[in-house]
Structures are given as structure tokens and as C-alpha cells.
């Protein structure tokens, strides 16, 4: 028990490691080959923070725990929207811009919705995976045409900062990174899989919480940090933003390559995910903040929550 835990730890370390060097040399060579900045921003940067879900969903898949590859993106977006924005908020009163409230919660609630519905049979198609790819594309676009018509997106103001190598540098760096994706991913997978059954728990359950918190703390330390500074705008935007990615783009690639059995992941659990989304687009729908009382109230709901699926686990 002790040694796959073990192993989880150092699995994590290679995914957050891999998926930040993969994402700063992807970033270095998009920027020589002159692609624009909006571009990059909306679409290297944006899926460098959701690598890490989606290289473990997609392995988790690709050894038939479909279960925890969805229980991963589920929980992982309860984590982003309940824990890391509550605990920010605990942390200092944060400012969210209109461009999150206005447009990035509306497509992750309507991505909720719909892996809710496509849910309901207890199994996720090609077709359903098809469906959730689509409206990625549809969601990439909308994105693009906003963000030319007005201010950069959180995502072009994060890759401003990362560095240009030079090309073969840059394409060392992606290598590497696809390296440790690949490796942490499988270490992860494997460890958490036999930590389940050790434990008598679900492959959905042990997505839900030990890989889902493991993908999810690099977004949870930056988040606390950035508040701390009175910088929270941009970090929340990328962690409300990613609950679209890790919907539409993970669970639609990996449904089109491996269709999943998501036993395990309950109504209760979908319902959490979209419940915590809609309580925090009320919260900040009119005054376009997140007051501590309220990042007590989504962090109180995330322990409960939490608390709950240990009691039925055990």
C-alpha cells in the first residue's frame, strides 16, 4: 500500500512536470512559426493545464478503468470549482472577470448538462463522444471571435510570460514532457488501480478523489498564491475555463478512441459537478465576485461531498 502510494505521488510529479514542459516548448515553437498570440493562448496553453486529466483519463480508458477516467474529469472539475475557488476566496475576496461569468460559465454549465444527459444510460458512445467533440470545436471558435473582438483572454496574458528557446530546444522539451505525460500517466493508473482494490473500493470512486486531487493541485496551489497577491482574476478564469476542456475535449477524444462503461459515477456525483458550477455562477453573477463567505459556503460543500463518498466507499 505504502509503495503505490508512493508511486501515485511520483506519477503526479511526472504528469504536472511533463505537461508544463511539453506546454513551454509547444508555446516556443508555435511562437517562431509566427502563429498568433490569441491562438496559442486559446489553444496550446489552454490544453497544457488539462494535459494532465487527459493523459490519465485516456490511459485509465486505454486499460478498461473507464471509470476512473471519467470519475477523474468529474471530480476534478468539483475540485477547480468548489475547493480552488472556495479556498482562494477564504484566502482573500476575489474579483472574477465579466468575460468568466459572462461566457466561460455559461459553456462549462452547458457542458456539464450534456455529460449529464449522455450519462444517463451508464454508458459514454462514440457517438456521445462525437457529440462532446463537436461542441469543443463549436466552443474553440466562439472563443476565438470574442477574444479578437475584445481584451486577451487569461490564457494569451499567461503565455506572454513563458520563454522562446530555440527550436531544438523547444522540440526537446516537448518530447520530454510527452515522456513523463506517458510515464507519470501509466505509474498513476497502475498504483491508483491497485490502491483501489486494496482498499474494496470502485475504480470511480478512487477517480473521484486520490486522481482527480492529484491533476487538480497544481491549479489549487496557483490559485491560493495568485489571491494572496490580489491576482486571482486570471487563475480562476484558466480554472473555470479548463472545467470546459476537461469535458468536452477529454472525455470526447478519449469516448471517440475507447467508448466508456462509467459505472460507479452517479447522479449524485454529476449532480455535485453541475450544482457547484451554477451555485458559483449565482454567487458571481452580479457583482462579479467571490466574497469569503461564499468560498466558505463552496468549501463546507466540497467536504461534505468528500465526506460522503468516503462513508459509502467504506
Same mark, same amino acid.
Request: hydrophobic share 55%; proline share 3%.
Given at each position: 500500500?505504502?509503495?503505490?502510494?508512493?508511486?501515485?505521488?511520483?506519477?503526479?510529479?511526472?504528469?504536472?512536470?511533463?505537461?508544463?514542459?511539453?506546454?513551454?516548448?509547444?508555446?516556443?515553437?508555435?511562437?517562431?512559426?509566427?502563429?498568433?498570440?490569441?491562438?496559442?493562448?486559446?489553444?496550446?496553453?489552454?490544453?497544457?493545464?488539462?494535459?494532465?486529466?487527459?493523459?490519465?483519463?485516456?490511459?485509465?480508458?486505454?486499460?478498461?478503468?473507464?471509470?476512473?477516467?471519467?470519475?477523474?474529469?468529474?471530480?476534478?472539475?468539483?475540485?477547480?470549482?468548489?475547493?480552488?475557488?472556495?479556498?482562494?476566496?477564504?484566502?482573500?475576496?476575489?474579483?472574477?472577470?465579466?468575460?468568466?461569468?459572462?461566457?466561460?460559465?455559461?459553456?462549462?454549465?452547458?457542458?456539464?448538462?450534456?455529460?449529464?444527459?449522455?450519462?444517463?444510460?451508464?454508458?459514454?458512445?462514440?457517438?456521445?463522444?462525437?457529440?462532446?467533440?463537436?461542441?469543443?470545436?463549436?466552443?474553440?471558435?466562439?472563443?476565438?471571435?470574442?477574444?479578437?473582438?475584445?481584451?486577451?483572454?487569461?490564457?494569451?496574458?499567461?503565455?506572454?510570460?513563458?520563454?522562446?528557446?530555440?527550436?531544438?530546444?523547444?522540440?526537446?522539451?516537448? /518530447?520530454?514532457?510527452?515522456?513523463?505525460? @506517458? !510515464?507519470?500517466?501509466? *505509474? =498513476?493508473?497502475?498504483?491508483?488501480? &491497485? %490502491?483501489? +482494490?486494496?482498499?474494496?473500493?470502485?475504480?470511480?470512486?478512487?477517480?473521484?478523489?486520490?486522481?482527480?486531487?492529484?491533476?487538480?493541485?497544481?491549479?489549487?496551489?496557483?490559485?491560493?498564491?495568485?489571491?494572496?497577491?490580489?491576482?486571482?482574476?486570471?487563475?480562476?478564469?484558466?480554472?473555470?475555463?479548463?472545467?470546459?476542456?476537461?469535458?468536452?475535449?477529454?472525455?470526447?477524444?478519449?469516448?471517440?478512441?475507447?467508448?466508456?462503461?462509467?459505472?460507479?459515477?452517479?447522479?449524485?456525483? /454529476?449532480?455535485?459537478?453541475?450544482?457547484? @458550477? !451554477?451555485?458559483?455562477? *449565482? =454567487?458571481?453573477?452580479?457583482?462579479? &465576485? %467571490?466574497? +469569503?463567505?461564499?468560498?466558505?459556503?463552496?468549501?463546507?460543500?466540497?467536504?461534505?461531498?468528500?465526506?460522503?463518498?468516503?462513508?459509502?466507499?467504506?
Amino acid at each position: 500500500m505504502l509503495l503505490n502510494i508512493l508511486i501515485i505521488i511520483v506519477g503526479v510529479a511526472l504528469v504536472i512536470g511533463g505537461a508544463d514542459r511539453m506546454t513551454e516548448g509547444a508555446v516556443s515553437l508555435a511562437q517562431r512559426m509566427k502563429i498568433p498570440e490569441i491562438v496559442i493562448g486559446l489553444t496550446i496553453v489552454a490544453m497544457g493545464t488539462s494535459m494532465p486529466e487527459f493523459c490519465v483519463s485516456m490511459v485509465s480508458a486505454l486499460k478498461s478503468t473507464t471509470a476512473m477516467a471519467v470519475g477523474n474529469v468529474v471530480g476534478s472539475n468539483i475540485f477547480n470549482t468548489m475547493l480552488i475557488v472556495g479556498m482562494a476566496a477564504l484566502v482573500a475576496p476575489m474579483m472574477i472577470t465579466h468575460s468568466t461569468v459572462k461566457k466561460d460559465m455559461p459553456w462549462t454549465i452547458l457542458a456539464s448538462v450534456l455529460l449529464a444527459c449522455i450519462s444517463i444510460d451508464g454508458n459514454i458512445s462514440r457517438l456521445d463522444a462525437l457529440l462532446l467533440t463537436l461542441t469543443f470545436f463549436c466552443f474553440i471558435a466562439y472563443t476565438l471571435r470574442e477574444s479578437r473582438k475584445g481584451q486577451p483572454t487569461s490564457q494569451d496574458q499567461e503565455q506572454e510570460n513563458k520563454k522562446t528557446y530555440k527550436p531544438m530546444i523547444a522540440l526537446l522539451l516537448v /518530447l520530454a514532457g510527452l515522456g513523463c505525460l @506517458i !510515464l507519470g500517466s501509466n *505509474l =498513476f493508473v497502475d498504483a491508483a488501480t &491497485k %490502491v483501489a +482494490r486494496q482498499l474494496g473500493v470502485s475504480d470511480a470512486v478512487i477517480g473521484l478523489t486520490i486522481v482527480a486531487g492529484g491533476t487538480s493541485l497544481p491549479e489549487l496551489a496557483t490559485s491560493v498564491v495568485a489571491a494572496k497577491k490580489g491576482q486571482s482574476a486570471i487563475a480562476i478564469g484558466n480554472v473555470i475555463g479548463s472545467n470546459v476542456y476537461n469535458i468536452l475535449m477529454i472525455i470526447g477524444v478519449t469516448g471517440l478512441i475507447c467508448p466508456m462503461n462509467i459505472e460507479g459515477i452517479t447522479f449524485i456525483d /454529476l449532480g455535485t459537478m453541475l450544482g457547484s @458550477i !451554477l451555485l458559483l455562477w *449565482l =454567487f458571481t453573477f452580479t457583482k462579479f &465576485k %467571490v466574497e +469569503r463567505w461564499e468560498g466558505g459556503v463552496l468549501t463546507l460543500l466540497f467536504f461534505i461531498y468528500m465526506g460522503w463518498l468516503i462513508w459509502n466507499a467504506i
